[in-house]
């Protein structure tokens, strides 16, 4: 999915039910090339390579493209999805 208002681009890894939305407007899956204004309150940013989820971890998405847009679930900001220690080798 692809931002129309900055850089982002996700990869749905777990859907759900919703609109993904980056910097306060929802997410296309192709870009006519006009950009649309970011919103102040979803202008947090997204980081590449790491998974995004909603409180109740019914949807997550993967960041392949960095923004200045915060992605969202129907008008709520997604959070970083904590990381797994890997188990040691020992």
Known sequence: MLSTVCDTEVMVIRPGTGVIGCGGVPMVEQRDGARGALEPAFAGGSVMGKRYT???ACIELL???PGAGTLSLDGVALVLKDVKPLPSSD
Do not use: S, Y
Request: charged share 35%; hydrophobic share 50%.
């Open 63 to 65: 960041c392949v493209k």
């Open 54 to 56: 909603d409180a109740a």
